[in-house]
C-alpha cells in the first residue's frame, strides 16, 4: 500500500490538492469517470498549467452553473442511481 502525507503548515485548498494529484500523475479521464457517478449536475471542470512566481503547477477550476443550490450528504444518497 501506498500513502501519500501533505504537509499543510499553511494550510491548502481543494483545488490545490486536485492539482497536485494530477500533477503526480492520477489519470483524470477515470477520475471525471469516477466523478460522474456522483448524482449532481451543473459544473464543469478547467484543468491547465499555471505559473506564478516562477513555479508551475496544474490548476484545477470547479464553475458551477448554479450558485444557489445547496446540496447536503441526504440529498445526494436518496438520488443515487
Same mark, same amino acid.
Given at each position: 500500500?501506498?500513502?501519500?502525507?501533505?504537509?499543510?503548515?499553511?494550510?491548502?485548498?481543494?483545488?490545490?490538492?486536485?492539482?497536485?494529484?494530477?500533477?503526480?500523475?492520477?489519470?483524470?479521464?477515470?477520475?471525471?469517470?469516477?466523478?460522474?457517478?456522483?448524482p449532481v449536475k451543473?459544473?464543469?471542470?478547467?484543468?491547465?498549467?499555471?505559473?506564478?512566481?516562477?513555479?508551475?503547477?496544474?490548476?484545477?477550476?470547479?464553475?458551477?452553473?448554479? %450558485? %444557489?443550490? %445547496?446540496? %447536503?450528504?441526504?440529498?445526494?444518497?436518496?438520488?443515487?442511481?
Amino acid at each position: 500500500m501506498k500513502a501519500l502525507y501533505f504537509d499543510c503548515f499553511s494550510g491548502i485548498s481543494g483545488d490545490m490538492i486536485l492539482g497536485a494529484l494530477i500533477d503526480l500523475g492520477i489519470d483524470v479521464e477515470k477520475w471525471k469517470t469516477e466523478l460522474n457517478k456522483i448524482p449532481v449536475k451543473g459544473y464543469k471542470i478547467e484543468i491547465s498549467k499555471k505559473q506564478k512566481n516562477s513555479i508551475w503547477g496544474t490548476d484545477v477550476n470547479i464553475i458551477i452553473d448554479d %450558485h %444557489h443550490s %445547496h446540496r %447536503h450528504l441526504e440529498d445526494l444518497l436518496k438520488n443515487r442511481r
